[in-house]
């Protein structure tokens, strides 16, 4: 989806990113979510002989708790919040979290915060954080009279009986897909041929990885191996071009090859000719990254030192 009346600030500050991709992966997503709540609510069914409805809100909660579940494990599988030990450590550690603290402190108005609170903590330090987790803890908290009985019963149903199915089908149905395979570790890409080397000064190593995302201190949904594998990719695909454009075109666009921040791509709009003592000047605006929505101007060959390669929009992102 495409918001073309939304200036580019205010996209970047809502975080409205571009979608790359296709139509048939979204529908997949779409199809694996029915799938697992589908047999999420069948397994509780067989628990609770009367129903979810039935089942009162211990069978309803862990229902919407699961299905903000089934939108990380069909629509980000290979994301590190989506992986197994996430998945099922979360719900429980948060379960176990919730049931505590409720039997600890019953009736307190700030129960259900503590237990939230601690369940995030709890799932950092053990390295399974999952947001759903959150509602799972806050539920064993604000629920009824009926679900408090249950104690910590709740781990074992409905939270379990409803992890144990939904997880199963996460691992069959994304494994009708070569390129989405769960959990992450099962996932292996087609290897493309290596390209040769340039000459380059430095190369980012493993180690140089790891130390740049302690200096981030900020947790990344996605695993270390499938980020450092996207960089090696990216690698690869910018040693196939390296050379600076040597023609410059009007209604072109350019881009300076660099990363993050500093990334920027412009749009010639024309380019004026050599005058006396007068290099041929270029008209550009800043089409994405760095200085979107602004305009400016620079000698061709300042232009042409900057530009690495020439760009083209294509499927919702940059292409060379």
């Not at 390209?195 to 996605?222: C, G, H, K, W």
Request: with cysteine; hydrophobic share 50%; proline share 5%.
């Amino acid at each position: 989806m495409k918001f073309p009346a939304l200036p580019h600030s205010l996209r970047i500050w809502l975080g409205i990113e571009r979608n790359t991709t296709t139509h048939a992966e979204k529908w997949i997503s779409t199809i694996g979510g029915v799938l697992g709540i589908a047999a999420v609510c069948a397994a509780i069914n067989g628990v609770f002989p009367m129903g979810v409805a039935g089942a009162g809100p211990a069978g309803a909660v862990i229902l919407t708790s699961l299905g903000a579940s089934a939108v990380l494990l069909f629509a980000v599988p290979h994301g590190a919040l989506s992986q197994p030990w996430a998945v099922v450590g979360g719900h429980l550690v948060s379960a176990f979290i919730g049931v505590s603290c409720q039997q600890l402190f019953p009736g307190q108005a700030w129960t259900a915060a503590l237990a939230v609170g601690l369940a995030i903590g709890a799932m950092y330090y053990l390295r399974c954080i999952h947001p759903p987790g959150g509602a799972t803890a806050l539920a064993a908290v604000v629920g009824s009279d009926e679900l408090h009985a249950l104690g910590y019963h709740y781990l074992i149903e409905p939270v379990g009986v409803g992890l144990a199915a939904i997880m199963l089908v996460a691992v069959a149905f994304n494994a009708l897909f070569p390129w989405r395979r769960y959990p992450v570790h099962l996932h292996r890409r087609r290897q493309t041929a290596a390209v040769p080397a340039a000459q380059r000064r430095f190369d980012l190593t493993q180690e140089d990885f790891s130390a740049a995302m302690e200096q981030l201190n900020s947790y990344v949904d996605i695993t270390e191996e499938n980020l450092t594998e996207l960089l090696e990719l990216a690698k690869q695909h910018a040693e196939r071009n390296v050379l600076h454009p040597q023609e410059l075109l009007p209604g072109h666009c350019y881009s300076n090859g660099r990363l993050g921040k500093a990334w920027s791509v412009r749009e010639i709009i024309r380019i004026g000719p050599a005058a006396a003592r007068q290099p041929a000047r270029v008209d550009y605006r800043v089409v994405a990254g760095d200085g979107a929505g602004s305009s400016s101007h620079c000698a061709a060959d300042v232009f042409r030192q900057w530009a690495r390669f020439e760009v083209r929009l294509g499927n919702g992102r940059w292409v060379k």
